[in-house]
């Protein structure tokens, strides 16, 4: 059993690889003026145990907004939330819990390619059982939008203070 949520656990940190929080992906942040907030759909066996798109939505507007970082439904950058999660027969459920800031791009080699990409990202891996479900995800939730936070303020030092 051990060694299966070992591998449940390595097979879902594989794909969180991209953009991180070093100096250079926090560069990516600076002039950035306001931010749209996606939150990925909620998977079903996380959803059932309360957790849900609105309710991780009001809570990173909230943390933003307690922040005094602005937020624009129109802006072209936007923080995106996303929750996946994996279960083995039986035992707590895996969740990988990754906030980014995505931004539009275009490649060096074909400037006609434009697309959006995290430029910013963190996240994280839990282990919660059932009755925990909800709570790790709002908690990591709130971690995850104190991380932007802080690295929105690293490169923006007159904005959201």
């Given at each position: ?11 879902l940190a ?10 250079l992906?926090?560069a ?19 959803e ?8 991780l ?27 996946r ?9 895996a ?67």
């Amino acid at each position: 059993m051990y060694r299966r949520i070992c591998v449940l656990l390595a097979a879902l940190a594989l794909p969180l690889a991209g953009a991180g929080d070093a100096p250079l992906d926090r560069a990516t942040l600076h002039g950035v003026g306001a931010v749209g907030v996606v939150i990925d759909p909620v998977a079903p066996e996380i959803e059932k145990e309360g957790v849900t798109m609105d309710g991780l939505r009001m809570r990173l507007e909230e943390g933003l907004r307690n922040a005094d970082i602005q937020m624009d439904t129109t802006s072209k950058a936007f923080l995106g939330l996303r929750l996946r999660s994996v279960r083995a027969a039986r035992g707590p459920l895996a969740i990988a819990i990754t906030i980014g800031l995505y931004q539009p791009v275009t490649l060096v080699r074909d400037p006609s390619v434009r697309t959006a990409a995290a430029t910013w990202e963190v996240d994280t891996v839990i282990l919660a059982d059932t009755k925990q479900v909800y709570r790790a995800c709002i908690d990591l939730a709130d971690e995850l939008t104190g991380r932007f936070v802080t690295a929105y303020r690293s490169v923006n030092e007159s904005r959201g203070k």
